[in-house]
């Protein structure tokens, strides 16, 4: 009997289906098989499956406006977790599906080679697993195909690279993939790939022959794996468009048995738009030909061809790269002398030489490369003295030339603001005081600096020192004077050894320091005693309201409404010293509507933002964060919450957003925050367009010109630059974005949102400065760990704007956030967005700026797109200039190598000088005198970095 009224459900499903009007009945399908994909995940869905909302206006989803059948499914950066459904492959009229950045898991479904329609597929960044399904290579109309960042393993199908002939753009780096490249010459190719990125796997085998079919690629990402044979001498010589080249780290060789590059470096002369080449570590041998200063002479920036067997001479050649910025052959058997003329590029930034054979004297000529900022000579056999010309480098941050046999004094007003290695050497005379006298230390002193065998003087007053003194520094054998003041030390000194001919003047300004010297506070050891006993009932006392703190707790978990306005020690709220009364829940929802549709102003991947009025009047932002689970088990999605909740408890900066309250029950977190009336710094660049004949928005009519560009930047480098180097813990934001840069009622430049935000105790720094301080980042209620990887953690942040280290399976670090800021500030001046150029052009703003840096007319074109529209006073060519500088700033933040990025601190000095330097008297002055607008200041950053 069940079976039969089954099967009359079935006939009357069928009859109805039958007479429905065709669109409806296919858009329901469609309908159904969202919400089968929604049963098999959790995250950012709240809104599917609402009767109050139609299915197209579903969070990511995107429909045909004539028939509602669902074209695109957009769920970039959603939180989601799960497995992919293979009922999605039931969209039949489906033309995008982005599920990157997530936390999916499980297989990629087969059943995704049946959608016929499907252009685009983006699963990188997931938890993806197994094998890339053949079944890839029946999506005939795909275009853009990315996979990077998951933990796939196996072949790489053929079929993906012999049907998919209109893939423009190919994406599994960071996979654990075997086998080889399967391009086949009996395939039908890949006429129109781009870019090909298969870096990061274990791929063999040699380059195929059939790449070269493939004239239009541009980028060529192949380094990191385990690929052999010869470097192919004719490959590359069929793509003119091509920009990057990486084979780095692989098993390569050259012709001949390993001892002829010619050939290689002479296919590479028809690629006239190379910008950057690294075929570093790679096994490769012979000399470096000649012909190498023709490869790509008007645009080659970055030559890597470091840790090979690479021997001869250096040839003089290079210096025909005029456009080189960074040339690293360290790790060679490279000899004879350093030949000046690989010093007359003008934009030569960095200079890796080390550990070669490489004799004769360092170059007269060095100091007239003005933008150098790092020299590594180290491990050679240089001679000779040190030229004075070295202390023409204004820029100079890294001089490392330990292990050679140089002679004579170091030079008067020698400069390095990092690292100055000259050790191991035949150096005589006195240490200059330029660089006796360095300035902003940090942290502790270490140990060993008393064990410096012939310290007479030490002097690091008027620093940021903190800890106690080394008691190797009383011992010290030489130590005739010592200067500590104006620093944060503490603890007792001693006046006995090296200690005992100093006076008070040696350590004033530490307020923390006592001991017997003359003149110093006499320490208080009854104090100390009294403190012990104090910290013994303090402890006593909070172990017991802690104890009665969690009893009460469990009393009152399903019924509690915890508000308050200010975060404790545990992530918790103090609700003392309120400058705000208490807000209820009750009181949130009167304040939005209900957290009403109307009153929603934005939303991201861990929660809504709502537009709310208290109260009192006061007009506020209410962000609402996203619970996953249910019961018992309900926690804040990726644990952004209690993240949040830290980073604001801890930091206090005019340029960061401030929490005014916050409110925590078991099913409802929200954090309140101040109302920015001017929104977003992405509403300022890109301006929605007004409706089909409507008007345009209120602010559509406001432009970014220069005056307010140099201070929104200003802003948001001086906020990051806090969190990087000045704030109780290293905060490294990991999202940095326009959308996420507020502006409040005067325009100033507030960065909000940490929800991915990383904490780093400052005591790490000393071990390693992007070392992230993992037991911070466990914020999940539940004892059990997240079932996240370490690839869903580092790859956190927004397409477009993640810095390429992190696929490599780096750690979110400082350096990630300097690349942020430099994509988000050369996005300020052109106008484009960075996810915009890829899409359009097939490379990233970094080399879409970079490129328009080398041709005069390009850049000011680029800098038309922001500067057409300036109100400013300045004359174009003034404005120009700076729009330069800047443009070469965020080109520097944005260095695919991040040791070579400048810091936050760097960034807002530069950002500085701009604004008060020598281009605002050019605006004053004859515009004919170009000579006005050098700044005798001038030593930016920027310049040398594009």
């Known amino acids: 009997m069940p079976r039969f009224l089954a099967i009359l459900t079935a006939i009357a499903v069928v009859a109805i289906s039958g007479h429905a009007p065709p669109a409806a009945s296919t858009a329901a399908a469609d309908r159904a098989v969202l919400l089968s994909f929604s049963s098999g995940v959790h995250g950012n869905l709240s809104d599917?499956?609402?009767?109050?909302?139609?299915?197209?206006?579903?969070?990511?989803?995107?429909?045909?406006?004539?028939?509602?059948?669902?074209?695109?499914?957009?769920?970039?950066?959603?939180?989601?977790?799960?497995?992919?459904?293979?009922?999605?492959?039931?969209?039949?009229?489906?033309?995008?599906?982005?599920?990157?950045?997530?936390?999916?898991?499980?297989?990629?479904?087969?059943?995704?080679?049946?959608?016929?329609?499907?252009?685009?597929?983006?699963?990188?960044?997931?938890?993806?697993?197994?094998?890339?399904?053949?079944?890839?290579?029946?999506?005939?109309?795909?275009?853009?195909?990315?996979?990077?960042?998951?933990?796939?393993?196996?072949?790489?199908?053929?079929?993906?690279?012999?049907?998919?002939?209109?893939?423009?753009?190919?994406?599994?780096?960071?996979?654990?993939?075997?086998?080889?490249?399967?391009?086949?010459?009996?395939?039908?190719?890949?006429?129109?790939?781009?870019?090909?990125?298969?870096?990061?796997?274990?791929l063999s085998g040699v380059i195929p022959p059939a790449l070269s079919n493939c004239t239009a690629l541009r980028w060529l990402f192949l380094q990191d794996n385990s690929l052999s044979g010869e470097l192919p001498p004719e490959t590359f010589g069929n793509m003119p468009s091509l920009v990057f080249l990486y084979l780095s780290h692989n098993h390569f060789s050259s012709g001949d048995g390993n001892t002829n590059l010619e050939p290689f470096f002479s296919s590479l002369v028809n690629c006239t738009g190379l910008l950057e080449l690294g075929v570093a570590s790679a096994g490769v041998g012979g000399e470096i030909p000649a012909i190498i200063g023709n490869v790509s002479s008007a645009n080659l920036s970055s030559l890597f061809l470091s840790g090979n067997e690479i021997a001869g001479k250096i040839p003089p050649a290079i210096g025909n790269l005029l456009n080189l910025t960074e040339l690293c052959l360290f790790g060679n058997m490279l000899e004879g002398p350093i030949p000046p003329e690989i010093l007359r590029p003008p934009r030569l930034a960095l200079l890796d030489l080390s550990n070669n054979r490489i004799v004769g004297e360092i170059p007269r000529s060095v100091g007239e490369s003005r933008r150098l900022e790092t020299i590594n000579l180290s491990q050679n056999k240089l001679k000779g003295t040190l030229p004075e010309s070295l202390s023409n480098l204004t820029q100079l941050d890294h001089l490392v030339l330990h292990h050679n046999m140089l002679s004579g004094t170091i030079p008067p007003g020698l400069n390095c603001s990092l690292i100055l290695d000259l050790s191991y050497n035949k150096l005589t005379g006195q240490i200059p005081s330029e660089i006796a006298v360095l300035g902003n230390f940090h942290g502790s002193l270490p140990t060993s600096i008393g064990k410096l065998p012939n310290l007479h003087v030490l002097d690091v007053s008027s620093n940021g020192l903190i800890g106690v003194l080394p008691p190797s520094l009383q011992a010290s054998p030489a130590l005739r004077y010592a200067n500590f003041s104006y620093n944060k030390f503490s603890g007792e000194v001693s006046s006995e050894g090296a200690f005992a001919n100093l006076t008070d003047d040696s350590f004033v300004g530490n307020p923390g320091l006592c001991g017997p010297i003359a003149g110093m506070a006499r320490c208080d050891r009854r104090r100390h005693v009294h403190r012990r006993v104090l910290l013994i009932v303090v402890v006593a006392v909070a172990v017991v309201a802690g104890v009665s703190a969690m009893a009460l707790t469990w009393l009152k978990k399903m019924t509690t409404t915890s508000v308050s306005p200010h975060l404790s020690s545990g992530g918790a709220m103090d609700e003392r010293n309120s400058e705000h009364p208490r807000i209820?829940?009750?009181?949130?929802?009167?304040?939005?509507?209900?957290?009403?549709?109307?009153?929603?102003?934005?939303?991201?991947?861990?929660?809504?933002?709502?537009?709310?009025?208290?109260?009192?009047?006061?007009?506020?932002?209410?962000?609402?964060?996203?619970?996953?689970?249910?019961?018992?088990?309900?926690?804040?999605?990726?644990?952004?919450?209690?993240?949040?909740?830290?980073?604001?408890?801890?930091?206090?900066?005019?340029?960061?957003?401030?929490?005014?309250?916050?409110?925590?029950?078991?099913?409802?977190?929200?954090?309140?925050?101040?109302?920015?009336?001017?929104?977003?710094?992405?509403?300022?660049?890109?301006?929605?367009?007004?409706?089909?004949?409507?008007?345009?928005?209120?602010?559509?009519?406001?432009?970014?010109?220069?005056?307010?560009?140099?201070?929104?930047?200003?802003?948001?480098?001086?906020?990051?630059?806090?969190?990087?180097?000045?704030?109780?813990?290293?905060?490294?934001?990991?999202?940095?974005?326009?959308?996420?840069?507020?502006?409040?009622?005067?325009?100033?430049?507030?960065?909000?949102?940490?929800?991915?935000?990383?904490?780093?105790?400052?005591?790490?720094?000393?071990?390693?400065?992007?070392?992230?301080?993992?037991?911070?980042?466990?914020?999940?209620?539940?004892?059990?760990?997240?079932?996240?990887?370490?690839?869903?953690?580092?790859?956190?942040?927004?397409?477009?704007?993640?810095?390429?280290?992190?696929?490599?399976g780096r750690n979110p670090s400082t350096q990630g956030d300097v690349y942020n800021f430099g994509v988000l500030l050369m996005e300020m001046i052109t106008g484009k967005r960075p996810t915009e150029v890829i899409a359009e052009e097939g490379h990233s703003l970094h080399e879409w700026v970079k490129r328009r840096l080398s041709s005069d007319d390009d850049v000011v074109a680029a800098v038309d797109l922001s500067s057409s529209t300036a109100t400013s006073v300045m004359t174009p060519r003034h404005e120009t200039h700076v729009m330069v500088e800047l443009l070469e700033l965020g080109v520097a933040c944005s260095r695919i190598v991040p040791a070579m990025r400048p810091t936050m601190d760097d960034v807002a000095q530069e950002i500085a000088r701009l604004k008060d330097g020598a281009w605002r008297k050019c605006c004053c002055e004859d515009d004919n005198d170009h000579s006005i607008c050098s700044d005798p200041r001038d030593n930016s950053l920027s310049k040398g970095n594009a």
Request: glycine content about 12%.
């Open 584 to 808: 209820s829940h009750r009181e949130l929802v009167d304040a939005t509507g209900g957290f009403s549709e109307a009153n929603l102003i934005g939303e991201g991947g861990y929660g809504h933002v709502y537009r709310g009025v208290l109260h009192d009047g006061t007009v506020v932002a209410v962000k609402v964060l996203h619970m996953e689970g249910a019961g018992d088990d309900v926690v804040v999605a990726g644990g952004s919450f209690e993240r949040e909740c830290r980073v604001l408890r801890s930091i206090r900066h005019r340029n960061l957003i401030r929490v005014i309250t916050a409110c925590s029950t078991p099913e409802f977190k929200a954090v309140v925050l101040p109302f920015m009336a001017n929104g977003s710094l992405d509403g300022l660049i890109h301006p929605p367009p007004p409706p089909p004949g409507g008007k345009p928005a209120a602010n559509a009519d406001r432009r970014l010109d220069l005056e307010l560009l140099l201070s929104i930047a200003g802003n948001v480098a001086d906020g990051m630059a806090y969190l990087h180097h000045h704030a109780p813990f290293r905060v490294v934001h990991c999202d940095l974005k326009p959308s996420n840069v507020l502006l409040d009622d005067d325009m100033t430049a507030i960065v909000s949102d940490f929800g991915i935000s990383k904490l780093v105790a400052q005591q790490e720094d000393a071990k390693d400065p992007d070392a992230i301080d993992d037991d911070d980042d466990d914020d999940d209620a539940s004892p059990t760990p997240h079932p996240r990887s370490s690839i869903t953690r580092l790859l956190q942040g927004s397409v477009g704007y993640i810095a390429p280290e992190y696929g490599l």
């Open 48 to 202: 599917w499956g609402s009767p109050a909302a139609a299915m197209c206006n579903w969070t990511g989803v995107r429909c045909d406006n004539r028939s509602g059948r669902v074209t695109g499914l957009l769920l970039s950066n959603s939180n989601l977790a799960g497995v992919i459904s293979p009922a999605i492959a039931n969209l039949s009229m489906l033309e995008k599906l982005y599920l990157d950045g997530n936390h999916l898991a499980g297989g990629v479904p087969p059943e995704l080679g049946g959608m016929s329609r499907l252009r685009e597929l983006s699963l990188h960044y997931n938890l993806l697993g197994g094998q890339i399904p053949e079944a890839l290579g029946r999506l005939t109309s795909v275009t853009y195909l990315t996979l990077d960042g998951n933990g796939l393993a196996g072949d790489i199908p053929e079929a993906v690279f012999c049907n998919c002939s209109g893939l423009t753009f190919i994406g599994m780096s960071g996979n654990s993939l075997t086998g080889g490249i399967p391009l086949r010459p009996r395939c039908r190719g890949l006429p129109a790939l781009r870019q090909l990125s298969l870096f990061g796997n274990a």
